[in-house]
């Protein structure tokens, strides 16, 4: 889809309500999962400096459960990871900070002008954030070998993240909580794992009753995808 980066964040988080509507609950009831027990925004959502629409869901499952739908997202929508996080686990050992803005001001463009201030601010803050209603939540997600990625200590990252907050302007944002959560990336290598091995793997294998489920699953999505492109003009030449 060459002009597929021309693609405004509206037209992204337009496509991805209709992602929303039309495939997730049918992946979730893949799961054995209820739809209505979970609850899924189109949100911005930030990897090294760059805002897109994400999808985000947040609900009460365990551990098994969480990294199996994860599993399956990213199996669908060929995510290289996908992060799941629980910020009310204390036995957790990532830190987190939530940059609270004032009522129905978070949108895209502020998330991603914070986002910029915060790496201004301390190298090593721009590497990605998720965002539910107006919290914008960091991770200083760790490697295998237990190292954060931003290079910094929770301490550094918190200390950056608070005077981001005090020197942003308006909508004048807060550091409204912090602390210790889970985060792991349950991710494929899609440049060596074509066919989403990784996930597959997770899944129960090629022939386990999920798999082929999100087989015709996929099905779907890639004819929403064909259409959107044709509509959007994502899939002409330049």
């Given at each position: ?19 929303l ?9 893949a ?16 990897y ?20 199996r ?17 629980g ?44 965002a ?26 918190l ?24 985060a792991r ?21 090629p ?32």
């Amino acid at each position: 889809m060459p002009r597929l980066a021309q693609a405004s964040y509206d037209e992204r988080a337009d496509f991805s309500a209709e992602v929303l509507k039309e495939i997730v609950p049918k992946i979730i009831t893949a799961n054995g999962i209820d739809p209505a027990t979970l609850e899924t925004e189109v949100t911005p959502g930030g990897y090294l400096l760059k805002t897109n629409a994400s999808l985000q869901t947040e609900g009460t499952l365990d551990d098994a459960t969480a990294d199996r739908l994860a599993g399956s997202l990213g199996y669908i929508f060929r995510q290289y990871s996908v992060l799941v996080s629980g910020l009310d686990d204390t036995a957790g050992s990532t830190g987190f900070v939530v940059v609270r803005f004032p009522k129905d001001s978070l949108n895209a463009t502020i998330a991603q002008k914070f986002f910029e201030t915060a790496e201004a601010t301390r190298k090593g803050l721009g590497g990605g954030y998720t965002a539910f209603g107006d919290e914008q939540i960091f991770l200083n997600v760790t490697n295998s070998e237990g190292k954060p990625y931003s290079g910094l200590d929770d301490t550094a990252f918190l200390d950056g993240l608070k005077q981001a907050a005090a020197s942003f302007g308006t909508p004048a944002p807060e550091v409204s909580a912090s602390g210790k959560a889970t985060a792991r990336f349950i991710g494929n290598d899609w440049d060596k794992s074509k066919e989403g091995e990784d996930y597959i793997s997770r899944l129960g294998g090629p022939n386990s009753e999920l798999v082929k489920k999100l087989d015709e699953i996929s099905k779907d999505y890639t004819s929403l995808v064909a259409k959107t492109a044709e509509s959007k003009g994502w899939n002409k030449g330049e």
